[in-house]
């Protein structure tokens, strides 16, 4: 079975999928962290890839930029590969001026001005949170760890936030009690779809730039600098198959 957008066949992906915007991260990610795996997807430079991590077999697919292209590739592996959750993992651009570069955060929920949801399901809907369940077993794994994440509202964004030509005008127009932490532009798609089919999806994200500070993280940088919210994503992953296993005894 296949899709447009996706050559894998069914069962070639796992339940859970850490999902990067680049593929080249994807890529990036088996390579460094898993103990073998498998190339189950190229359709347009996208990859996915299957393996094992610590034997817990993990899918890691690229969603590309933008919320239209994370809307095609969530809605396909939740509709028609049987995946269960989905745990973004990217970069992000802080709001608040105590953000260092690398901070980990965690979106609670994503605001958006796009009319992603009324064009998808006729629903004029802008704000949509992300799995309370899984949210807590990423939290549960960062303290075993000794990882610090960061919790709060996100915006996602049409457009680069750095390239927002009034980025004050924008922070205005937002609702007054969001608060938001940071902007991407990828997790109020997945948010939204993974909400439709009633399954599971996260975002972790890695401060790479803010508007307090003149400072950017480089390619090299971000590559090496997302390390501790990669080890986050994987090992929560295997925390959960772990729990999963252990309750059907």
Known sequence: MSTPHNNANLGDIAKTVIMPGDPLRAKYIVENFFDDYQLVNDVRGIYAYTGNYKRTRISVMASGMGMPSMGIYCYELYKFYDVENIIRIGSCGAYKPELKLFDIILSEGAYTESNFALTFNNDNCHYVKSDNTLNKSI???????????????????????????DINKFLDRLPPDLNPMSAEMEAFALFYTANFFNKKASCLMSVVDSKFIDTFAT????????????????????????????SNF
């Not at 939290?139 to 030509?165: E, H, M, Q, R, W």
């Open 139 to 165: 939290c549960s794994t960062a303290d075993k760890l000794g990882i610090n994440i960061l919790k709060g509202n996100t915006v996602c964004t049409d457009s680069f936030d750095i390239y927002i030509t």
């Open 219 to 246: 390619t090299e940088e971000r590559e090496s600098g997302l390390n501790n919210m990669i080890t986050l994503a994987l090992e929560t992953v295997k925390d959960l198959e772990h729990k999963s296993k252990t």
